[in-house]
């Protein structure tokens, strides 16, 4: 306990209420979220309660504020809150006090003076098309913004779809150029994203509680998705998974086996090619989340995600051109009988010319006359033998 | 009827080794069992009642498609490797009409198809618009194996030898885009199946030369000119009685 004595989290922990005991436990949990042994459970909670104030600037793009709303949380002040909330947000626009200048003065001088030295997370898109001018603050472009900012970065975390992967402002036909992070400014080092919309603040709380404990990031995957949170599909920890294999789906809502609380497979959940640990973690305090309550996963977490998890409701989107609602298992059903067809039209006429030829050779001469060209022959005689 | 033609003088060739021929059919039956257990997986269409612990039909759907997967990709790649030691009418390029003869064999033999000549060029083997057409078969059989190696991968067991295919996924834009080719795929190789039996049956017919029963046994029978002789392949005169 006395490495706690006048340690930046204790006193925060103390003004706030929140016993040590509970401190403890949000290190386990934590601990588990990252997939990590339980016996680290003592290491992570020695690491973050001795670690520097962690300085963070958060930049709004193109956005919903859904993922600020996620990180400020309107329940009761848990440890979690504790460890978000005494982050040195030195810039954020919709929670400082300072507005217009004197905001945009703070993030200069954070830029400038910790260098380096800081976390940018990112929230929204980036709009590049007409130089930028979709999007501006302060009169900045938001694409020289992030390259500024995010570029003197200690890491970045592009927090929720839009700014991991572009979200909805990219979708079809993305009139403003949106681009995630990684697209927008490329070869940015320690980027992270953590999509989702919004993203999870649990995912967020890990994130920030294994970097405080390990000074470095987690193991990402291709998209710089952290691993302990995007790993394993939706689907292979999903609680209906039983019903999916036992082949048992929800065939319309309100169904009986809606209401049994079957497999959404057929409503066209998503589940099986989105990564994330919905089912694990869940959603605002662990209470629920959506496959939970009844609703297909939409895969918001994917790259794309309205474009191509589109028609949210279906197992597949259908084939461009055949019209809206048309399945590829309709125009596959339809291409097949045309195939048939048109080759069963061609076997008449074959057999009728086959007919005329056999006739005309029982008479005698010559079945057709000589064709043009005198294509070669493949063989050259060899019976079977290597050309 | 086809006693009528004259029994030509025809020479006994063995076309398709047994590689070829197996490889064949592992490849057709598995395209079947993947076929219909995947229009299942799409849209699957039995109902199950009752404890779900007590069922497994969507588990055994899966099981039978991975099965068939793998017998699959083994014989489509034991039939690409085969290309290329096999003989000469099993070879690479008798799929590509890019050799001067095949080049020369593709136009005619594409209006024998469409009634402008009444008789193919003799091609033993694959003739040039078939060899060409199994080129655009194989890619969408690379494509369905990399579509199904790539969405296997994303649920496989860090173990698994699959596991480390992930990075297929961005490659092929994505899961759902994965399954979406993987659907589309099927529908496409399930239409050419219909036009591969209807063409072999009627290659067998109008050739006489045994195409059908050759993809069982191996041979085929056919005149010596198409061995010898370059060029188009009618029966001889004096053989027609």
Request: overall charge positive; proline content about 7%; charged content about 15%.
């Given at each position: ?12 922990l ?12 949000f290190c386990?949990?934590?601990?588990s979220?990252?997939?990590?042994p ?11 309660e001795?670690?520097?104030k962690?300085?963070l ?6 956005d919903c ?19 978000l909330?005494?982050?040195?947000v030195?810039y954020?626009?919709?929670?400082m006090?300072?507005a217009?200048?004197q ?10 003076e910790k260098?380096?030295?800081?976390i ?9 098309a ?8 302060g ?7 992030a ?29 403003t ?10 070869g ?32 990402l ?9 995007y ?5 292979d ?13 929800v ?10 609380g079957?497999?959404l497979?057929?409503m066209g959940c998503k589940?099986?090619v ?5 089912p ?6 662990g209470?629920?989340w ?9 895969g918001c ?19 461009p ?10 125009v596959?059903?339809?291409a097949v009988?045309?195939?048939g ?14 007919r005329?030829d056999?006739?005309?050779?029982q008479r005698?001469?010559?079945p057709?006359?000589?064709?043009a060209?005198?294509?070669p ?9 290597r050309s | ?8 003088k ?7 080794e ?7 059919w592992l ?6 069992l993947c ?8 849209n ?8 779900a612990?007590?069922?497994f039909?969507?588990g ?7 099965y068939?997967a793998?017998?699959?990709a083994?014989?489509?790649l ?10 000469t009418?099993?070879?690479?390029d008798?799929f ?10 593709f136009m ?6 469409t009634?402008r000549?009444?008789?193919?060029p ?6 040039p ?14 494509a ?16 698994s030898v ?5 990075f297929?996924?961005p ?20 239409g050419?199946l219909v ?5 072999a049956v009627?290659?067998?017919?109008v ?9 069982f ?8 000119e198409?061995?010898?002789y370059?060029?188009?392949r ?8």
């Amino acid at each position: 306990m006395s490495d706690l004595q006048g340690s930046w989290l204790e006193r925060e922990l103390e003004s706030h209420g929140v016993s040590r005991r509970e401190f403890l436990q949000f290190c386990a949990a934590m601990t588990s979220v990252l997939a990590l042994p339980d016996s680290l459970a003592a290491a992570v909670a020695q690491a973050v309660e001795r670690t520097p104030k962690p300085i963070l600037v958060w930049l709004e793009f193109q956005d919903c504020a859904g993922n600020t709303e996620s990180f400020l949380r309107a329940s009761r002040p848990t440890a979690a809150e504790i460890v978000l909330d005494t982050l040195s947000v030195d810039y954020h626009e919709t929670i400082m006090a300072a507005a217009g200048h004197q905001a945009e003065a703070a993030l200069t001088k954070t830029v400038a003076e910790k260098s380096g030295g800081y976390i940018a997370v990112v929230e929204g898109s980036i709009p590049t098309a007409a130089g930028g001018a979709y999007c501006t603050i302060g009169g900045r472009a938001a694409i020289d913004i992030a390259r500024e900012v995010c570029g003197k970065a200690a890491a970045t975390i592009a927090i929720g779809t839009c700014a991991a992967f572009g979200g909805l402002p990219a979708a079809s036909p993305n009139p403003t150029g949106a681009l995630g992070v990684a697209d927008a400014v490329p070869g940015l080092k320690n980027l992270i994203n953590l999509p989702a919309c919004p993203a999870n603040v649990e995912n967020l709380t890990a994130l920030v509680v294994y970097y405080l404990a390990f000074k470095r990031l987690p193991p990402l995957d291709a998209y710089h998705r952290p691993l302990f949170a995007y790993g394993k599909a939706i689907h292979d920890n999903c609680e209906r998974r039983a019903h999916f294999d036992a082949g048992q789906y929800v065939e319309q809502w309100g169904d009986e086996g809606h209401r049994t609380g079957y497999c959404l497979y057929k409503m066209g959940c998503k589940g099986p090619v989105t990564y994330q640990n919905c089912p694990n973690v869940r959603w605002n305090g662990g209470t629920n989340w959506p496959i939970g309550c009844g609703h297909p996963c939409i895969g918001c977490a994917e790259p794309d995600f309205w474009d191509k998890m589109t028609p949210f409701y279906r197992h597949l989107p259908g084939i461009p051109g055949f019209g809206i609602g048309t399945t590829v298992d309709q125009v596959g059903v339809g291409a097949v009988i045309a195939v048939g067809a048109a080759f069963a039209g061609h076997g008449v006429i074959s057999m009728i010319r086959r007919r005329s030829d056999i006739e005309r050779m029982q008479r005698g001469p010559q079945p057709a006359g000589p064709a043009a060209g005198t294509p070669p022959d493949e063989t050259g005689g060899a019976k079977g033998g290597r050309s | 009827m086809s006693a009528a033609i004259a029994a030509p003088k025809l020479v006994r060739v063995y076309v398709w080794e047994w590689p070829v021929r197996i490889t064949h059919w592992l490849i057709a039956t598995s395209i079947i069992l993947c076929s219909a257990t995947g229009l299942y997986l799409g849209n699957p269409f039995l109902i199950v009642t009752g404890p779900a612990g007590a069922h497994f039909v969507m588990g055994w759907a899966k099981v039978i498609h991975f099965y068939g997967a793998i017998v699959f990709a083994l014989s489509v790649l034991s039939r690409i490797v085969w290309m290329f030691i096999g003989n000469t009418y099993a070879r690479w390029d008798k799929f590509l009409p890019i050799p001067k003869k095949r080049r020369a064999g593709f136009m005619p033999t594409l209006y024998f198809y469409t009634f402008r000549l009444r008789k193919p060029p003799g091609f033993v083997g694959h003739n040039p618009v078939a060899g060409a057409t199994y080129t655009l078969v194989f890619c969408l059989l690379l494509a369905m194996i990399v579509t199904g190696v790539a969405i296997y991968s994303g649920s496989a067991a860090v173990g698994s030898v699959l596991h480390p295919f992930r990075f297929l996924i961005p490659l092929v834009g994505g899961l759902q885009t994965a399954r979406w080719i993987h659907h589309v795929v099927m529908w496409l190789l399930l239409g050419f199946l219909v036009h591969h039996v209807y063409s072999a049956v009627l290659m067998s017919q109008v050739e006489g030369n045994g195409t059908l029963e050759s993809i069982f046994s191996g041979y085929k029978f056919v005149p010596p000119e198409d061995l010898v002789y370059s060029g188009y392949r009618f029966v001889d005169r004096n053989d027609v009685p």
